[in-house]
């Protein structure tokens, strides 16, 4: 009875092993899955598209907050706007907003900061122009007050670009980040202020990985189970023959 045990004992074993073994390279088969996945959706999501395709029905979807885009056009009268107390690094300044005309319209393009709106680098470039930037929505603080006394923006917000400029622009700010062709003196690109390149996480593939390392650990419960049961049978004569 004991080598009969032995030996079943010896199987379920070598099966769990398998068994488990199995599932574990299905769960990291699965994470791997999910990794390339994420991979992909990052490179897709970070690569420059058209502005006219990061807006919906005139607004800006969530998917496109923080993509690259690409602006063509010329900077047209009216002028540039300054925002004040703007910092790059540890120096303070001024960021410089100007005007885009555009086939899809009027866009407000962050072309970077200077240190102070007396500074060379101010006024837009003449002629046609690439601009490569990251796509994120207008400043909402400071409410009813974006603007200073001296003329000069607190916030960017959309109400108070469209006053300035006396005309309606597109949805969104675009920080720019290249420009071609370059000039110079120019303002420095500044970060955006939004997120990157983010994009939601496989949750299917990193539950089936999940899923299949619950299956290697239940493997092994179940052969502590069958060993437990064959033992118990294994007694029963034993025991029956004592009475």
Same mark, same amino acid.
Request: some cysteine; glycine content about 8%; proline content about 10%.
């Given at each position: ?13 070598? %099966? ?18 999910? +990794? ?7 490179? %897709? ?17 969530? $998917? ?6 690409? !602006?063509?056009?010329?900077? @047209? ?19 410089? !907003? ?10 407000? &393009? !962050?072309?970077?900061?200077?240190? +102070?709106? =007396? ?6 470039? +003449?002629?046609? &122009? ?5 796509? =994120? ?11 200073? @006394? ?8 959309? @109400?108070?670009?469209?006053? +300035? /400029?006396? $005309? ?10 290249? #420009?071609?062709?370059? $000039? ?9 202020? !939004? ?13 089936? $990985?999940? #899923? ?7 493997? /092994?419960?179940?052969? /502590?189970?069958?060993?437990?049961? @064959? ?13």
């Amino acid at each position: 009875m004991t080598s009969r045990l032995s030996g079943r004992a010896l199987v379920l074993t070598l %099966a769990a092993i398998v068994a488990s073994i199995a599932c574990v390279l299905l769960a990291m088969w699965q994470w791997g899955r999910a +990794s390339d996945v994420l991979e992909a959706e990052r490179a %897709a999501a970070s690569a420059p598209i058209p502005l006219a395709d990061a807006i919906v029905a005139g607004e800006i979807p969530a $998917t496109s907050i923080g993509r690259t885009v690409i !602006v063509a056009g010329g900077h @047209d009268p009216p002028p540039p706007l300054v925002v004040a107390q703007r910092a790059l690094g540890d120096r303070a300044g001024v960021w410089v !907003v100007a005007p885009m005309t555009t086939e899809a319209g009027v866009v407000a &393009v !962050v072309r970077g900061w200077l240190p +102070s709106a =007396q500074s060379p680098g101010l006024e837009a470039p +003449s002629g046609p &122009v690439r601009v490569e930037g990251v796509l =994120q929505g207008f400043e909402e603080f400071y409410g009813d007050r974006p603007r200073r @006394d001296d003329g000069q923006l607190v916030a960017i917000a959309r @109400d108070a670009v469209e006053e +300035s /400029w006396g $005309t309606p622009i597109l949805p969104g700010l675009v920080i720019l980040q290249s #420009q071609q062709p370059a $000039t110079s003196p120019a303002p420095a690109p500044v970060p955006p202020t !939004v997120p990157r390149g983010q994009v939601p996480f496989p949750l299917q593939n990193a539950a089936y $990985t999940l #899923q299949w390392f619950v299956f290697a650990a239940f493997v /092994w419960v179940m052969w /502590w189970f069958w060993l437990r049961r @064959d033992g118990v049978a294994a007694e029963e004569p034993a025991d029956r023959l004592e009475e």
